[in-house]
């Protein structure tokens, strides 16, 4: 019954954005009311919690509207799929250079998902689902987007962090420690973090202002990593988001801001 009503509560959410996208002038909560079929106990309440964590906005004369950060997930959202239209023949080349699995990852608010996946010559069998919202602390990308982004930082420092193989760190010190290692090498690797046998790798793509807005994911068997194939991973892997950036607007790749790790 609670599951069954949460997801009806969560539901009503999405529903209240997507009737305030279409009236940009503002809603009433009699017109919310009437247009969802809601209680107006309930949608009140509803609207109350909304606004105050900035996904709406009620105006003096109580008309409801997109908030900012409704608004800046849209953003988010759109320029998600551009990256995916865009990242499109770089990774295809990527993965053809590797032969491994390779992935194209997004931050939407506080979760990290892939969002296309280029499967590679030898796949693995791990079944990584798009959308899938993934683990900050054991993900290549997850830690990544931590490193780089102090409102996924704080949500990686703040939440449960599952053992979810023994090689997973879990300990806040060994976390900062991790977080700033990537940060100067700027990629980072899972090491059998995530899943047995599996290392991944994650490389930053960054717009025109300097911000990661997504992220290469590559996952390769344990027993393919060598000094060799790692090094081909980490040139192709760079090559591939310098030219993914240039086509959103960076300009040519700085690979100097780039490390390598230690």
Sequence with gaps: MAADG???RFSRVFDTLELLVGHPEGMTLTEIVKRLGMPASSAHNLLQRMAATDVIVVSDDLRYSLGSRAVRLGIRIVDGLEVRDVARRPLQELTRATGEDVYLAVRLGTRVSYIDRFPGTRPIAVDIRLGQSLFLHATAVGKLFAAFH???HRRLMGEPRPQ???????????????LE??????????????IPGVVGYGFPIRDAYGEITAAIHISVPLAQID??????LLDKAFEAAAAI?????????DLSRRGRRA
């Design 6 to 8: 949460g997801a009806e």
């Design 181 to 194: 290692t990537i940060r100067r090498a700027g990629y980072s690797v899972s090491r059998e973090e995530a």
């Design 164 to 178: 979810l193989t023994e090689h997973t760190l879990t300990e806040e010190a060994d976390l900062e420690r991790e």
């Design 150 to 152: 102090p409102p996924l």
């Design 245 to 253: 950036e240039a086509d959103l607007g960076r300009g040519s790749a």
């Design 227 to 232: 000094e060799t194939h790692e090094k081909l």
